[in-house]
């Protein structure tokens, strides 16, 4: 049986839409440049917001997540409030990468309690951050340090 004219689309607009639904649109960056990528769990949220990180952060951003997968193989990701977060499944997270206009955040959020502590003070008592700009030399052999000893402390639960 024929539909009715006015149950038929188009062809031509039918392909719009699939073709507009088809590629991904490139995420909003939101104030200093932060992607905006909606809150999901795993590894695939956080990839998407790592590509979307403008300029040399993105490499900043690969690198923290790849530092932070060796040392801690099996490490629950995900991305809420436009931020990677990653920790223990059910356990809560240890450390946040947030994009700023000139440097990418790294929040220890038991960050007081890490040896040496990192250099960045916060407002909340026990966090604290490391901010990595553009030139900056990145100790890996710390960040790892911080990684594990991280993530053996009680995660924050958000």
């Not at 039918?14 to 992607?35: E, F």
């Not at 695939?44 to 040399?56: D, H, K, L």
């Not at 990418?104 to 990595?132: C, M, N, Q, W």
């Not at 553009?134 to 990684?147: F, G, H, N, S, Y």
Request: net charge positive; aromatic share 10%.
């Amino acid at each position: 049986m024929k539909a009715s004219k006015t149950q038929r689309k188009p062809a031509k607009k039918v392909a719009k839409k699939i073709a507009a639904k088809g590629s991904p649109a490139k995420p909003k960056l939101l104030s200093g440049g932060n992607p905006q990528i909606a809150k999901a769990y795993g590894d695939a949220p956080v990839q998407a917001y790592i590509a979307a990180m403008p300029g040399w952060k993105s490499d900043v951003g690969r690198r923290l997540d790849a530092l932070v997968t060796r040392t801690f193989p099996g490490v629950y990701k995900a991305v809420k409030w436009n931020s990677p977060l990653y920790g223990i499944e059910g356990e809560g997270w240890f450390l946040g990468i947030h994009v700023f206009t000139r440097y990418v955040k790294v929040a220890f959020f038991r960050g007081t309690s890490l040896r040496p502590i990192p250099p960045g003070a916060s407002k909340h008592k026990e966090v604290r951050y490391l901010d990595i700009h553009e030139d900056d030399e990145l100790d890996e052999a710390q960040l790892k340090a911080w990684v594990k000893q991280a993530s053996k402390l009680p995660g924050e639960r958000m």
